[in-house]
T-cell receptor, first 112, second 115 residues
Framework: DAKTTQPPSMDCAEGRAANLPCNHS???????VYWYRQIHSQGPQYIIH???NNETNEMASLIITEDRKSSTLILPHATLRDTAVYYC?????????????FGDGTTLTVKP | NAGVTQTPKFRVLKTGQSMTLLCAQD?????MYWYRQDPGMGLRLIHY???????AKGEVPDGYNVSRLKKQNFLLGLESAAPSQTSVYFC??????????????FGPGTRLTVL
């Protein structure tokens, strides 16, 4: 599975868009990009995933570059409740369940 | 639905003691996982299961054993606890839906301290 690189921390002003980058330059054609977040010490929560196309759901948008070597998770209007650790994971979905390891992620702090 | 539940929530063990962590899910998911999370770090996969009666090793399986006798339950055992196993343990489950859908649902975690 491809390895991911994320900045260790980021700040964002409340109400502004939070853009969290992830580099996955060794991603293969069958691998998806998944994003999870972990608030305080709770279990991680799924946010969104994508293969090639940009994706949007009620929580966030996922922008994947054309060469698929990087992606950006966008929280359009960040709130204080979005303060969390955000994990970017690349793998071949459930067919490669044994490779499901979360890296250190990005700690996003939303400030008033 | 309760989702994914873990028992116990907290536990303190002495070195060499054994214990079993229980994970239960009521969503009829095929896949189940056990992770550990050390302070300030991400989650590392210990063992996983792709169906009832099957288990496989993840990234850090040494010192742990697992069993999945029933589809809804996934047990993690520590035969002889060591201080290095002090961690927060998360269980997760996911359905097998295809098309890249692999949303893992996590339990609240078990905080284990080994003295």
């Amino acid at each position: 599975d491809a390895k991911t690189t994320q900045p260790p921390s980021m700040d964002c002003a409340e109400g502004r868009a939070a853009n969290l980058p992830c580099n996955h330059s060794t991603i293969s054609g069958n691998e998806y990009v998944y994003w999870y977040r972990q608030i305080h010490s709770q279990g991680p929560q799924y946010i969104i995933h994508g293969l090639k196309n940009n994706e949007t759901n009620e929580m966030a948008s996922l922008i994947i570059t054309e060469d698929r070597k990087s992606s950006t998770l966008i929280l359009p209007h960040a709130t204080l409740r979005d303060t969390a650790v955000y994990y970017c994971i690349v793998r071949e979905s459930y067919t490669n369940a044994g490779k499901s390891t979360f890296g250190d992620g990005t700690t996003l702090t939303v400030k008033p | 639905n309760a989702g994914v539940t873990q028992t116990p929530k907290f536990r303190v063990l002495k070195t060499g003691q054994s214990m079993t962590l229980l994970c239960a899910q009521d969503m009829n998911h095929e896949y189940m996982y056990w992770y550990r999370q050390d302070p300030g770090m991400g989650l590392r996969l210990i063992h996983y299961s792709v169906g009832e009666g099957t288990t496989a090793k993840g990234e850090v399986p040494d010192g742990y054993n697992v069993s999945r006798l029933k589809k809804q339950n996934f047990l993690l055992g520590l035969e002889s606890a060591a201080p290095s196993q002090t961690s927060v343990y998360f269980c997760a489950s996911s359905p097998r839906l295809g098309r890249g859908v692999d949303e893992q649902f996590f339990g609240p975690g078990t905080r284990l301290t080994v003295l």
